[in-house]
């Protein structure tokens, strides 16, 4: 049985999908209807792109509802749970905040900055139905940042499913789902980024099914006087959290795995391992003074 890699770019990022198998054709065809998933869901919800629905539905802020069908009102759907089992912290009408935070730029934003776009964020204000959505207010956004890349993820381990494939591995920038386990029963080994030391991993972990995602503050942020000013931001505050150096968690999806990660990130060290452990999600997580606290079964 051989191993099968396709590297592609998506979503702004290098990508990879590993296939086993013994006939290279179907291989390459299944890891094609996989990419091309990926790609479908960027163009559809990416908000860098005027055409996607995102873009849509930002333009119409203030304005009428946008209809919206059922693969768009069941993310939206995922997104009020999420904003629900956060407390509020986690909230797709944030993205407004990127507006002030510049992270090629070495400065923190300041209140004045950052009031007018607090008073855009609201997920409670966003009107849904099963067929629309309305931004009730100018201004206001929805962003999948949050999730879309997760869900890219899932949907093309379902499509490599639906092909027939029955060991692979789906990665989108270190976010990965895994189809079964390698041909020869053995587990595969998924390399976790060590947060502080680029070069290094913190872990390799034996995974036979289901997802992986890392949430952190290392992949985006600035230092200003010494402190780390990471790009997952606080809806509540506009700030950035300072919490966790990284939290990796194993999950049945990688819509899962990923939303629970950057949860667990903003609620912070003691309330996030409390929260993971209630959820009884395997993790992985690095505190804000480096100690490893391993709950990854």
Same mark, same amino acid.
């Given at each position: 049985?051989?191993?099968?890699?396709?590297?592609?770019?998506?979503?702004?990022?290098?990508?990879?999908?590993?296939?086993?198998?013994?006939?290279?054709?179907?291989?390459?065809?299944?890891?094609?209807?996989?990419?091309?998933?990926?790609?479908?869901?960027?163009?559809?919800?990416?908000?860098?792109?005027?055409?996607? =629905? +995102?873009?849509?539905?930002?333009?119409?802020?203030?304005? !009428?509802?946008?209809?919206?069908?059922?693969?768009?009102?069941?993310?939206?759907?995922? &997104?009020?749970?999420?904003?629900?089992?956060?407390?509020?912290?986690?909230? !797709?009408?944030?993205?407004?905040?990127?507006?002030?935070?510049?992270?090629?730029?070495?400065?923190?934003?300041?209140?004045?900055?950052? &009031?007018?776009?607090?008073?855009?964020?609201?997920?409670?204000?966003?009107?849904?139905?099963?067929?629309? =959505?309305?931004?009730?207010?100018? #201004?206001?956004?929805?962003?999948? #940042?949050?999730?879309?890349?997760?869900?890219?993820?899932?949907?093309?381990?379902?499509?490599?499913? &639906?092909?027939?494939?029955?060991?692979?591995? +789906?990665?989108?920038?270190?976010?990965?789902?895994?189809?079964?386990?390698?041909?020869?029963?053995?587990?595969?080994? +998924?390399?976790?980024?060590?947060?502080?030391?680029?070069?290094?991993?913190?872990?390799? %972990?034996?995974?036979?099914?289901?997802?992986?995602?890392?949430? #952190?503050?290392?992949?985006?942020?600035?230092?200003?006087?010494?402190?780390?000013?990471?790009?997952?931001?606080?809806?509540?505050?506009?700030?950035?959290?300072?919490?966790?150096?990284?939290?990796?968690?194993?999950?049945?999806?990688?819509?899962?795995?990923?939303?629970?990660?950057?949860?667990?990130?903003?609620?912070?060290?003691?309330?996030? %391992?409390?929260?993971?452990? &209630?959820?009884?999600?395997?993790?992985?997580?690095?505190?804000?003074?480096?100690?490893?606290?391993?709950?990854?079964?």
């Amino acid at each position: 049985m051989t191993l099968h890699r396709f590297t592609f770019r998506a979503m702004a990022a290098e990508n990879e999908v590993q296939i086993h198998g013994e006939d290279a054709s179907r291989a390459e065809a299944a890891a094609a209807g996989a990419i091309a998933e990926v790609r479908r869901i960027e163009a559809k919800y990416s908000r860098y792109r005027a055409t996607s =629905v +995102v873009s849509r539905i930002n333009a119409q802020a203030g304005g !009428a509802p946008v209809a919206i069908d059922a693969e768009t009102g069941g993310l939206l759907t995922f &997104a009020a749970a999420c904003h629900g089992q956060s407390g509020g912290a986690f909230d !797709a009408t944030s993205g407004v905040l990127r507006r002030a935070w510049r992270f090629d730029a070495n400065r923190v934003p300041t209140d004045d900055e950052l &009031a007018p776009l607090l008073a855009l964020i609201g997920w409670t204000r966003v009107e849904l139905t099963g067929e629309t =959505v309305r931004l009730p207010d100018p #201004g206001m956004e929805l962003d999948f #940042g949050g999730f879309g890349k997760e869900y890219a993820v899932d949907r093309a381990a379902l499509v490599l499913n &639906a092909m027939g494939v029955a060991s692979a591995l +789906v990665n989108l920038a270190g976010d990965l789902t895994i189809l079964g386990s390698q041909p020869d029963g053995s587990p595969w080994r +998924v390399g976790i980024r060590h947060p502080r030391r680029e070069d290094a991993l913190l872990a390799s %972990l034996p995974v036979r099914s289901g997802a992986i995602a890392t949430s #952190g503050d290392y992949e985006r942020f600035i230092e200003v006087d010494g402190v780390r000013h990471c790009h997952i931001l606080d809806p509540r505050s506009g700030r950035s959290v300072h919490s966790f150096q990284s939290v990796t968690v194993h999950a049945s999806s990688c819509l899962v795995a990923g939303s629970a990660s950057t949860i667990a990130m903003l609620k912070g060290e003691e309330d996030g %391992l409390a929260w993971l452990e &209630a959820l009884g999600l395997s993790h992985l997580c690095v505190r804000a003074n480096g100690e490893v606290v391993d709950r990854f079964h």
